[in-house]
C-alpha cells in the first residue's frame, strides 16, 4: 500500500500503545486495589511494567517520527506547542488545588487544630536550610536549561551537552536533598491539615521534578543521536517549559509553606 503524504496535518500510523497504555493503568489501578486490600503487589508489579514498557515504545515512535520520518512539520509542530501549553496550563490548576486547600486552612485555622497555624504540636522546617538550598539549586537549573536552549540555537553541540548534563545534575540533587528532608521530617503526612498540605503539595512537586529531569535526560540522549538542529528542537523546548514551571511552583511552595507558613 501506497502512502501519500500530500498534506501537513497531524494524522499518525496506526498505534498498538493506546490500548497497551489503557491495559496497563488498568492493571496499575487495581493492582494499587488489590496491594491496599490484600497485601499483595503481583497485579501491581505486571501493571507497573505495562506502564513502563508502552510508555518507552510509544515515545520511541515519536522520536522516529519527529526525526526519520519528517512527519513533524512546521504545522504539526505548532499543534504540539498548543498541546504542552494547554498541559502545563491544567498542571498550574493542579497545583492551585494544593495552594488552595494550604490557604484556606492557614489564614483561618479551627479550633480543632489550636486555632494557629502551624498547628499546636507541629514543629515546621526551618526555611533558610534545605528548602533554601533547593531553591538556589532549582534557581540555577533554570539558567542552565536557558544555556541550552541558546547553545542549540547557536548550533553549539559540546555546550548543549554541557549544560543539559548540569542540569540533569542539578534535578538529582534537588531529589537527593527533598528525599533527606523527608527522611528528618519531624511530622508525617498523617500530622492534621499541615501534614497533608505539605506532604501532598511538596510530594507532587517533587514527583514533577522526577519526571522533568528523565523529560531532559531522553533529551540530552536525543541531543548525542543528533536528533536536534537549531529550527527542529520542539522536544527540548517542551522539557524546558516544563522544566521552568516545576521552577515557578517551587518558589511559590518556598514563599508560601516554607517561608509564610512558618
Not at 529531569?213 to 517549559?241: D, P, Q, Y
Request: with cysteine; charged share 10%.
Amino acid at each position: 500500500m501506497k502512502n501519500n503524504f500530500n498534506h501537513p496535518y497531524h494524522l499518525v500510523d496506526f498505534s498498538p500503545w493506546p490500548l497497551t497504555g489503557s491495559i496497563g493503568v488498568l492493571t496499575l489501578v487495581t493492582g494499587m486495589m488489590k496491594w491496599f486490600h490484600n497485601f499483595n503487589i503481583n497485579l501491581l508489579i505486571l501493571g507497573y511494567i505495562i506502564t513502563i514498557l508502552t510508555m518507552y515504545q510509544w515515545w520511541r515512535d515519536i522520536c522516529r517520527e519527529g526525526t526519520l520520518q519528517g512527519k513533524h512539520t512546521i504545522l504539526v509542530t505548532k499543534g504540539l506547542r498548543w498541546g504542552m501549553i494547554l498541559f502545563i496550563i491544567s498542571e498550574i490548576f493542579f497545583f492551585l488545588s494544593f495552594f488552595w486547600a494550604f490557604f484556606h486552612s492557614s489564614l483561618s485555622p479551627n479550633i480543632e487544630i489550636g486555632a494557629m497555624w502551624p498547628p499546636m504540636s507541629i514543629i515546621a522546617f526551618n526555611p533558610f536550610q534545605i528548602p533554601l538550598l533547593n531553591t538556589i539549586i532549582l534557581i540555577t537549573s533554570g539558567i542552565t536549561v536557558t544555556w541550552a536552549h541558546h547553545a542549540i540555537m547557536e548550533n553549539n553541540y559540546s555546550q548543549t551537552t554541557q549544560s543539559l548534563f548540569f542540569t540533569i545534575m542539578l534535578g538529582i540533587y534537588f531529589t537527593i536533598l527533598q528525599a533527606y528532608e523527608y527522611f528528618e521530617a519531624p511530622f508525617t503526612i498523617a500530622d492534621s491539615i499541615y501534614g497533608s498540605t505539605f506532604f501532598m503539595a511538596t510530594g507532587f512537586h517533587g514527583l514533577h521534578v522526577m519526571i522533568g529531569t528523565l523529560f531532559l535526560l531522553v533529551c540530552l540522549i536525543r541531543h548525542i543521536k543528533n536528533h536536534f538542529s537549531n529550527n527542529h528542537h520542539f522536544g527540548f523546548e517542551a522539557a524546558a517549559w516544563y522544566w521552568h514551571f516545576v521552577d515557578v511552583v517551587w518558589l511559590f511552595l518556598f514563599i508560601s509553606i516554607y517561608w509564610w507558613g512558618n
